[in-house]
C-alpha cells in the first residue's frame, strides 16, 4: 500500500480505493468507522451521513460477532490477518457474508491510527454452499424414503451404501454387503448374464436390467434395474436402483386370470398405434380369427368396428383424447364371416413398464339388442301377422291427417268365418286363416300404404293421397285376389268397407267411423252366402279326401227321410232330419284323409282323433244361423243306447231321436257298403246286427221301424 502511495498522489489514490470493487474499510481502536468505500456503502446500504455515527458491530451478523470481535482484538493488538471469514449485516437486516483480509495501521511515530479490511462479497457462493448441502441432505434422506431398492457402488462395482428398502425387503444390512460386488446380490445364476446386461447398459444398448435379485433367505425377488455413473460424497460412483416389481408381477398376473376367463371381449393394444399385441380368447371366439390373424394388426386394417353415426365416432376420438378413456359406447363388430354383432365399448390407456397401452372391453350386447328390437317392433306390430298393430295405426292415422295427404283413405276389412273356422278346425287353423288374409293385402298394397291388424279378425289400411276411384279399385283386387285364394278346404273371404277424407275441415275420427260402418254393412250382406259357400267348401274338401262320402252321407238320408215319414214327421221336422243327414258327417273336415282311408281298422290312437267329428260338425253348423238348429243332431249321432257312445256318452231318450234315427241308418250303410277296412254285409246279415244291437247300441222302436222298411228289401 505504501509503495502504490508513493507513485500515486493522495487525490488518485483516494479515488482508487474508493471506486475498487472489494469492500473497504477503516475503523478506529473502538471501532467507530473513520472511512468506508463506495462498494462497501453500495453493498450494505448506508449513505454517507450514516458513516459517522456507526460502529463496526452495527453492521456485523450476531451469528458471526463473537468470531469478528477476536479478530478485531487481535488486529487491534498489531496483530495482521491474512484471511478471515464473516457475516456482515446489511441496514436493511439481510445477511452479507464476505472473505478478505485485515491488519493495523501505525503512523511514523508507532501510534496506532486505524484497522484496515478489504473483504469481497462472497453471498451468493456460501448460499450455493448451503444449497448444496441440503440438497446433499435430502437426497441422502430422499433414498431413505423410497421403495425402490437403492445401492451405491465404487467404480470397482463394490457397494458402499444402500437405502434402507434393501435391508427390508432383501433382509441384508449394510454392514453384510459393505465391499461386497453388485453382482453378489443377483442369483449365481444370473450373475453372468446381468454382468453382460450392465456392460450393454453402459454402451447405450438397452436401458434395464430385468434379472432379479437374491434375497437373504435365497428367494427371487422380480425387479427392473436401471445403472448410471455418478458421485457420491464426491467420488466417481456407479448408482443402481432396483424396482421391486413383485407386487406388479402379482396384479399382473390377477389381471391376465381377469383377462383370459372375463366373459367380456377383451383387447390391449399399443399406443399411438393401435396395433393389437393380445387379446382373450373369447374375443377370438366371437371375431372367428385366430391370435396370429388378430395380432399385429390395428382394429382398422381388420374392419372390426363400425359405429352407428360418424358423429358417434368422432365423439369417441374426441372423449379419448380429452381423458384417456371412454365409456359405453354402442357400436357393431364385424366377425371374420361378415356377421355384424352389437358390442358396448368401454377402453382406457394405461401404462405397463414405462410405455402406453390401451386395454378394450367390449360387451356383446347382441342378444340383449336383438331383445330391445322386438320389443319395439312389438310395440308397433302384431305378433301374428307382422303388419302394424292397433297402437301403430292410431298414431298413423293422427300423423298423416294433414292437408298435403288429402285425399286420405281408410279402409277397414274383416275375415270372413273367423270363428267357424277356429270352432271347427281349432285356433291354429283360424290364425292361419289370418296370415293368409294379411299376406293378400301385402300382395295387394303398395310399399308405402300401410296395413295394420287392428282387431281379432279386423283389419285397416291407411291409403294417403287416394281418392273414391283408385280406393275402390284397391278394394276390388283385394276381393278378387281372396275369391282365388285356398286355405286347405276354406275360402278366404273379407268383407271392405272404406270412407275417404276430402277436405281438411273433415274429422278423421268420423271418415274412421264411416268406414267401420260399411265394412259391418258389407259383412251382413254376404254373411249368408259367405257360410253357405264355406259349409259347401267343407263338403266338398271332405268328398275329396274320402271318395265315397257323398253317396253315404245320400243313403242315409234316403233311409232317414223314409223312417221320418214312417214315424209321421212334419214338414219342419222332415226338413231337419234330410239336412242333419246329409250333413251329419260334414265334421269328418277335420279327419287327415289317410285315415278316412285308411284299409284297415283304426288305432286306438287314430280312433281318438277320428272321434272329434261330431263335435267339430256340432261346432261347424251351430256358427251357421240357418243349420244351427241341426247341431245337436250331428253332435249324437254316435252315441249309443246304453250310454257307452261318444262325445258325450248320453242314455235313452237324452239321445234327440232324430240323432237315433241318423245313428241306425249310418249304421246300415256302413254295413252295406264298400268299406275299405271290412267286407260288404249282405243285407240279411246287416239287419241282423241291427236286431241284435237294438236295445244296447241303436234305439229298439226305431230298429223296428228301420226293419219294417227295409227288412224285407
Known amino acids: 500500500m505504501g509503495l502504490i502511495q508513493n507513485k500515486l498522489n493522495e487525490k488518485d489514490y483516494k479515488g482508487l480505493v474508493d471506486n475498487a470493487s472489494y469492500l473497504i474499510q477503516c475503523v478506529d481502536s473502538d471501532g467507530k468507522f473513520i472511512y468506508v468505500n463506495k462498494t462497501w456503502k453500495e453493498k450494505l446500504g448506508y449513505a454517507n451521513e450514516d458513516i459517522g455515527n456507526l460502529f463496526l458491530w452495527d453492521i456485523i451478523h450476531s451469528q458471526s460477532k463473537e468470531h469478528c470481535q477476536k479478530v478485531f482484538q487481535q488486529v487491534v493488538s498489531g496483530g495482521e490477518i491474512d484471511a478471515v471469514e464473516a457475516v456482515f449485516q446489511t441496514k436493511n437486516g439481510k445477511a452479507l457474508y464476505v472473505e478478505g483480509s485485515a491488519n493495523c495501521r501505525f503512523d511514523d511515530a508507532g501510534n496506532f491510527v486505524s484497522t484496515r479490511g478489504i473483504f469481497r462479497d462472497i453471498t451468493d457462493r456460501k448460499q450455493m454452499e448451503e444449497k448444496l448441502q441440503e440438497s446433499e441432505k435430502n437426497f441422502r434422506v430422499f433414498f431413505e424414503t423410497m421403495n425402490d431398492l437403492i445401492f451405491v457402488n465404487d467404480e470397482q462395482g463394490k457397494i458402499v451404501f444402500i437405502n434402507s428398502a434393501v435391508t427390508k425387503i432383501l433382509g441384508y444390512t449394510l454392514e453384510e454387503l459393505n465391499n461386497i460386488h453388485l453382482l453378489e446380490v443377483y442369483p449365481k445364476s444370473e450373475r453372468k448374464e446381468a454382468e453382460q446386461i450392465f456392460e450393454e447398459i453402459f454402451a447405450g444398448k438397452r436401458d434395464t436390467c430385468p434379472l432379479p435379485l437374491a434375497t437373504k433367505s435365497g428367494r427371487f425377488l422380480p425387479v427392473e434395474t436401471r445403472i448410471w455413473r455418478g458421485k457420491w460424497d464426491g467420488e466417481d460412483c456407479i448408482f443402481s436402483v432396483s424396482k421391486d416389481l413383485s407386487t406388479e408381477q402379482e396384479a399382473l398376473q390377477k389381471f391376465n386370470r381377469l383377462f383370459v376367463s372375463n366373459p367380456a371381449l377383451m383387447a390391449v393394444s399399443m399406443m399411438p398405434e393401435g396395433v393389437i399385441t393380445e387379446v382373450n380368447d373369447i374375443f377370438l371366439e366371437k371375431i372367428g380369427y385366430s391370435r396370429d390373424e388378430i395380432t399385429g394388426k390395428t382394429a382398422e386394417e381388420l374392419n372390426l368396428f363400425y ?27 364385424k366377425t371374420k364371416n361378415g356377421q355384424m354383432l352389437n358390442g358396448l365399448y368401454s377402453g382406457e390407456i394405461i401404462e405397463s413398464q414405462g410405455k402406453e397401452y390401451f386395454l378394450a372391453v367390449i360387451m356383446d350386447i347382441t342378444k340383449r339388442k336383438q331383445a330391445e328390437e322386438k320389443i319395439e317392433y312389438l310395440s ?20 298423416l291427417d294433414t292437408k298435403r295427404n288429402l285425399p286420405f283413405t281408410i279402409m277397414v276389412l274383416d275375415v270372413n268365418g273367423l270363428k267357424l273356422t277356429n270352432d271347427a278346425f281349432g285356433h291354429e287353423m283360424g290364425d292361419r286363416l289370418l296370415k293368409k288374409a294379411a299376406d293378400i293385402m301385402k300382395k295387394v298394397c303398395r310399399a308405402d300404404e300401410i296395413i295394420g291388424r287392428v282387431g281379432g279378425d279386423e283389419f285397416a289400411i291407411l291409403l294417403p293421397e287416394t281418392d273414391e276411384i283408385k280406393a275402390k279399385i284397391i278394394k276390388k283386387r283385394i276381393i278378387d285376389t281372396a275369391a282365388t285364394t285356398m286355405l286347405d278346404s276354406i275360402v278366404v273371404s273379407l268383407a271392405i268397407g272404406y270412407a275417404v277424407k276430402e277436405s281438411a275441415d273433415q274429422d278423421i275420427k268420423e271418415i274412421h267411423i264411416q268406414a267401420e260402418n260399411r265394412m259391418y254393412k258389407d259383412k251382413l250382406r254376404y254373411r249368408k252366402r259367405v257360410k253357405s259357400q264355406t259349409i259347401e267348401s267343407f263338403i266338398n274338401s271332405i268328398n275329396t279326401k274320402y271318395g265315397r262320402e257323398r253317396i253315404h252321407v245320400e243313403r242315409v238320408s234316403r233311409y232317414c227321410e223314409a223312417m221320418g215319414k214312417a214315424m209321421k214327421f212334419n214338414e219342419k221336422e222332415m226338413n231337419d232330419i234330410k239336412t242333419a243327414a246329409l250333413l251329419h258327417d260334414i265334421g269328418k273336415i277335420i279327419v287327415p284323409a289317410e285315415l278316412l282311408n285308411k284299409n284297415r281298422k283304426l288305432s286306438k290312437k287314430e280312433f281318438e282323433v277320428y272321434k272329434r267329428h261330431p263335435e267339430a260338425g256340432y261346432q261347424i253348423l251351430k256358427s251357421v244361423d240357418e243349420y244351427a238348429g241341426l247341431a245337436e243332431y250331428v253332435l249324437y249321432h254316435h252315441e249309443r243306447w246304453d250310454g257307452k257312445g261318444y262325445p258325450e256318452g248320453l242314455k235313452g231318450e237324452e239321445i234327440p231321436l232324430i240323432s237315433r234315427i241318423i245313428s241306425v241308418a249310418d249304421a246300415y250303410e256302413v254295413m252295406t257298403a264298400q268299406e275299405a277296412y271290412q267286407k260288404t254285409e249282405n243285407k240279411e246279415k246287416a239287419i241282423a246286427e241291427l236286431k241284435n244291437c237294438a236295445g244296447s247300441r241303436f234305439d229298439p222302436d226305431v230298429v223296428k221301424v228301420f226293419v219294417s222298411l227295409w227288412g224285407q228289401a
Open 307 to 333: 359405429f352407428h353415426k360418424q358423429e358417434k365416432k368422432k365423439e369417441f376420438a374426441e372423449e379419448l383424447q380429452k381423458t384417456g378413456k371412454v365409456r359405453d359406447f354402442e357400436l357393431k363388430i
Open 380 to 399: 308397433f306390430h302384431d305378433d301374428l301377422t307382422g303388419l302394424y298393430n292397433r297402437r301403430f295405426i292410431k298414431e298413423e292415422i293422427e300423423r
